[in-house]
């Protein structure tokens, strides 16, 4: 049985793939644990690429589990459980000691894009998409989305893109600030090479020490993840939450 997920090193450079085409790479359980196992495995990178196969980046956290847990064949609090695992994740990649890069090829989506916006830098090409769609399933921002986006936009801007739900396509996202590079298809494996390159050109402790420094207030983001997942097990108990995933699946 094919890994969801694979993760390769070389010269310095950890690349992890999320290689789930047929689920469109969202974050299920199989996905988090081969992810918990990639970073376990890399943590001497000096830079971590996150890339989805495929034409899809990330369409969002673990859906079938909103779906069962709707539908009564899964409980809230096993959902719950899930979720911070996804969030665990999340949180580990936003630590990671050493730069990080979303290499976003595609649509990333919800808890996908939380995803993306973990990393330091959002490389595109331009049919890389982003947006936060969470209200789609009845549900709240996750993944960190409440601290991570309002810190890479502004708060005026995070509430737009959280309280609509618009999916953006690579020009709107740039013009955003939320893609750092955006490369055409074809140049994007090239571009996103040499940016790497760059990144690990710089001596170790000195990018260690400035993404330290960068990220102080990064320790937010676990408070911000509790308080997402206390919020989610609310209007796991709405009615609303349950239509809209009804919804979700009538137009599937």
Do not use: W
Not at 84 to 98: E, G, L
Not at 149 to 162: F, M, Q, S, Y
């Amino acid at each position: 049985m094919a890994t969801p997920v694979r993760s390769e090193f070389a010269d310095d450079i950890a690349t992890v793939t999320i290689d789930a085409e047929a689920t469109r790479n969202v974050l299920n359980p199989a996905v988090v644990a081969g992810l918990e196992d990639a970073l376990d495995d890399i943590s001497g990178a000096r830079c971590l690429v996150v890339q989805g196969a495929g034409e899809t980046f990330c369409a969002g956290g673990d859906v079938t589990g909103v779906i069962r847990e709707a539908t009564g064949d899964l409980s809230a609090d096993a959902l719950l459980d899930r979720l911070a695992a996804i969030d665990d994740i999340i949180r580990r990649i936003a630590h990671f000691p050493a730069p990080t890069i979303a290499a976003v090829d595609g649509p990333a989506f919800g808890t996908g894009a939380s995803l993306a916006l973990a990393c330091d830098l959002i490389v595109a090409s331009t049919a890389g998409k982003i947006g936060f769609g969470f209200r789609r399933l009845g549900l709240a921002p996750a993944g960190g989305a409440t601290y991570l986006l309002p810190e890479a936009v502004g708060l005026a801007t995070a509430k737009e893109l959280l309280f609509t739900g618009a999916l953006l396509d690579a020009t709107q996202a740039d013009q955003y600030g939320l893609f750092d590079r955006v490369f055409g298809v074809e140049e994007f494996h090239r571009g996103l090479a040499q940016l790497v390159g760059r990144l690990v050109d710089a001596p170790r402790p000195v990018q260690a020490a400035t993404k330290r420094a960068l990220g102080a207030d990064r320790e937010q983001l676990v408070a911000a993840m509790a308080a997402e997942r206390a919020t989610q097990r609310h209007l796991l108990e709405t009615a609303a939450h349950r239509e809209c995933v009804q919804t979700f699946l009538d137009g599937a």
